[in-house]
């Protein structure tokens, strides 16, 4: 079946102009993350939805980024206002939700401000 | 809160090597391990996984047991290839990060022919 799909796959923008990414998670799965990877780091958690249950949002870094997702599909993580440090590969996963921890990437936006 | 440290790259070695990437992790509770690969140019994909102690994961010749008394699950493989070369990532769910993943930085493996 269809994975974990992202739009658009690269995105360049402007320092100041707002973004929105998309994600498609696997039909089925309750559960949809997002998280980021700057150059040379590890992956950092952003926000974390599971079925009808409010957002856990505790790693968005700041007021400028949000998400929504619509029921148990898609999800959209808006940056407002990018700055340059917003630069990184942003990666939606979705998973069966529950005790499943395990988790199916997207192949990523890769976000880049000038 | 919860964390992953894993080996610090670059790591080159030549085809057929003996590989060891290690990772340790602190984590509340009785986390699910795991290890990701990223393939360059490629999306993240699981590689392996360990949800209890002593448990070992294996998945394409590559091995890792959870060791709880030494909070480690060290990657391994006996034999490698040119084409397992890739950024590696260590990580944990569960425990007291409940849900989300935690990973490690990354370790990038070079193999020559």
């Known amino acids: 079946g269809a994975g974990v799909s992202q739009s658009p796959s690269n995105k360049v923008t402007e320092k100041g102009k707002d973004v929105e990414l998309r994600c498609d998670p696997i039909?089925?799965?309750?559960?949809l993350y997002w998280y980021r990877q700057r150059l040379g780091q590890g992956l950092e958690f952003l926000i974390y939805f599971q079925g009808n249950s409010a957002p856990d949002k505790s790693g968005l870094p700041s007021d400028r980024f949000s998400a929504e997702r619509t029921g148990e599909s898609v999800s959209t993580l808006t940056i407002q206002r990018t700055q340059q440090e917003d630069s990184a590969v942003y990666l939606c996963?979705?998973?069966?939700?529950?005790?499943?921890?395990?988790?199916?990437f997207g192949p990523g936006t890769r976000l880049t401000v000038t | 809160g919860d964390s992953v440290t894993q080996m610090e790259g670059p790591v080159t070695l030549s085809e057929e090597a003996f590989l060891t990437i290690n990772c340790t992790y602190t984590a509340t509770g009785y986390p699910s391990l795991f290890w990701y690969v990223q393939y360059p140019g490629e999306g993240l994909q699981l590689l392996l996984k360990?949800?209890?102690?002593?448990d070992k994961g294996s998945n394409k010749g590559f091995e890792a047991t959870y060791r709880k008394e030494t909070t480690s699950f060290h990657l391994e493989k006996g034999s490698v290839q040119v084409s397992d070369s890739a950024v590696y990532f260590c990580a944990l769910a569960g425990g007291g990060s409940n849900y989300k993943l935690t990973f490690g930085k990354g370790t990038l493996l070079t193999v020559n022919p």
């Open positions: 039909s089925g799965h309750t559960a």
């Open positions: 996963a979705s998973s069966g939700g529950g005790s499943s921890y395990e988790q199916y």
């Open positions: 360990a949800t209890k102690a002593d």
